[in-house]
């Protein structure tokens, strides 16, 4: 059964913040804090969103894995 529209895009929206929240997580590694906050918050992640991950609390699995994934790689 097909979701109605506005689900789908929600979903992706959902996806496409993990997306952005994950990569601001590996530039805040690479290039400092200062940088992530400027991407995200030039990619309209929520204030709340922006300040949870850059301080670390409530790192999901996801995210901790692909940051130690990268640092495996170095």
């Given amino acids: ?3 109605p529209p506005t689900e789908r895009r929600t979903t992706l ?15 805040q590694r690479d290039t400092g804090t200062v940088s992530a906050l400027e991407y995200l918050k030039a990619h309209a992640v929520e204030t709340a ?4 991950v850059l301080s670390g609390q409530s790192l999901r699995e996801e995210d901790a894995q692909a940051l130690d994934l990268v640092a495996d790689e170095a």
Wanted: without cysteine; positive net charge; hydrophobic residues 45%.
């Fill in 49 to 52: 969103v922006i300040q949870r």
């Fill in 1 to 3: 059964m097909n979701r």
């Fill in 13 to 27: 929206d959902a996806r496409n913040t993990s997306a952005i929240v994950r990569r601001g997580l590996l530039m």
